[in-house]
């Protein structure tokens, strides 16, 4: 059990900059490879919708960030972790900057956006929504920096609805997860927390209906994987 005070910002930030340099290999490891095809359905979502301007929140290392970038979107990334955004920002390099400006990157909590109103046509938060520390905050904020009818996109992880893939997927991510994550990073607390975070997560429609209490509207949730991972779109008013 991961105590309620240890999920602060500055806790959080400490502890994914401490992961930050085997963050990408731990994730498509304990993945199977899984993150990579739940992140390219999400940015064709995303890119289906029209958005030009783009903000994504928790943006980590930013993968999302960059493949967002890459089907012809303004993106700028968002993240309390200094050394998570140094990565991140380093992957700049790998891009074709003759095509456009690079991906901007800005370390802020997602309570307190630094944006002006209205200023884009989506935002995402890609397994990271868990982690705020004021939720509803956030997606205040969040309805704050997006546009009129602009487009909120979230994945989060949820718990399988077959009895037995649920049964299979608990003990990997209650046992397999924090024992791997912890050989491979050095920190013990980083995948223990995991698991519980994930399990303290709302279910898909308890989700919703905080998205409605925060102004947004026309939920669609995408289940993938045998709903290992959702992914809500909404818009606001």
């Known amino acids: 059990m991961v105590p309620l005070q240890e999920r602060s910002e500055p806790v959080i930030s400490s502890m994914f900059n401490s992961i930050s340099k085997r963050y990408d290999l731990l994730n498509h490891l304990l993945s199977f490879g899984f993150d990579t095809l739940w992140r390219k359905r999400m940015v064709r979502m995303v890119r289906e919708r029209g958005a030009k301007e783009v903000l994504d929140i928790a943006c980590g290392t930013?993968?999302?960030?960059?493949?967002?970038?890459?089907?012809?979107?303004h993106v700028t990334?968002?993240?309390i972790a200094e050394k998570m955004v140094e990565i991140a920002r380093g992957k700049n390099s790998g891009l074709d900057l003759s095509i456009?400006?690079?991906p901007e990157y800005i370390i802020s909590s997602a309570s307190s956006l630094p944006f002006e109103q209205a200023s884009f046509d989506a935002v995402t938060i890609s397994f990271g929504i868990?982690?705020?520390?004021?939720?509803?905050?956030?997606?205040?904020?969040v309805k704050r920096v997006l546009k009129p009818s602009g487009l909120l996109a979230v994945m989060e992880f949820s718990a399988p609805e077959n009895?037995?893939?649920n049964?299979?997927?608990?003990?990997y991510f209650k046992k397999?997860?924090?024992?791997?994550?912890?050989?491979?990073?050095?920190?013990s607390f980083a995948y223990s927390y995991l698991p519980e975070s994930v399990s303290k997560f709302p279910k898909p429609e308890e989700f919703c209906r905080e998205l409605k209490k925060s102004g947004f509207y026309d939920l669609t949730i995408r289940s993938m994987t045998g709903n290992i991972a959702v992914i809500y779109l909404s818009s606001c008013n």
Do not use: C, H, Q
């Open 77 to 79: 990334g968002v993240d």
């Open 163 to 165: 009895r037995v893939w």
């Open 176 to 187: 397999i997860l924090p024992y791997t994550g912890r050989i491979i990073s050095g920190n």
């Open 62 to 73: 930013g993968d999302l960030t960059i493949a967002l970038w890459k089907e012809g979107m």
């Open 100 to 102: 456009r400006e690079a």
């Open 130 to 141: 868990r982690n705020f520390e004021e939720r509803e905050k956030a997606l205040g904020e």
């Open 167 to 171: 049964r299979i997927f608990g003990f």
